[in-house]
Nanobody, 115 residues
Framework: QVQLVESGGGLVQPGGSLRLSCAASGSIFGYYTMGWYRQAPGKQRDWVASITSGGSTNYADSEKGRFTISRDNAKNTLYLQMNSLNAEDTAVYYC?????????WGQGTQVTVSS
């Protein structure tokens, strides 16, 4: 069983920055692609960014240039650095790992961008 715990969310002003973290249990962290997703109120959960075990990254178009996904395999931790935040980034942010046929999600961390 894999457990994922997100942290780092909060209230930030437009134009501000936040860094989210996702701590994973177990020793399998470094072997799999991980991703960040977000869900705004009343909307579906959308993919934000992903990173492979080798460190290759991909981003949704709206996040390119503003968000940076990274991982520290020694610490079993996934990160999302978010810059130039705007109101449309307000959502609950989730980390996810897929191991074979199993998909694991964290509980989410709320990010609110407001003045």
């Amino acid at each position: 069983q894999v457990q994922l715990v997100e942290s780092g969310g909060g209230l930030v002003q437009p134009g501000g920055s936040l860094r989210l973290s996702c701590a994973a249990s177990g020793s399998i962290f470094g072997y799999y692609t991980m991703g960040w997703y977000r869900q705004a109120p009343g909307k579906q959960r959308d993919w934000v960014a992903s990173i492979t075990s080798g460190g290759s990254t991909n981003y949704a178009d709206s996040e390119k240039g503003r968000f940076t996904i990274s991982r520290d395999n020694a610490k079993n931790t996934l990160y999302l650095q978010m810059n130039s935040l705007n109101a449309e980034d307000t959502a609950v942010y989730y980390c996810r790992i897929t191991i074979g046929l199993n998909v694991y999600w964290g509980q989410g961390t709320q990010v609110t961008v407001s003045s």
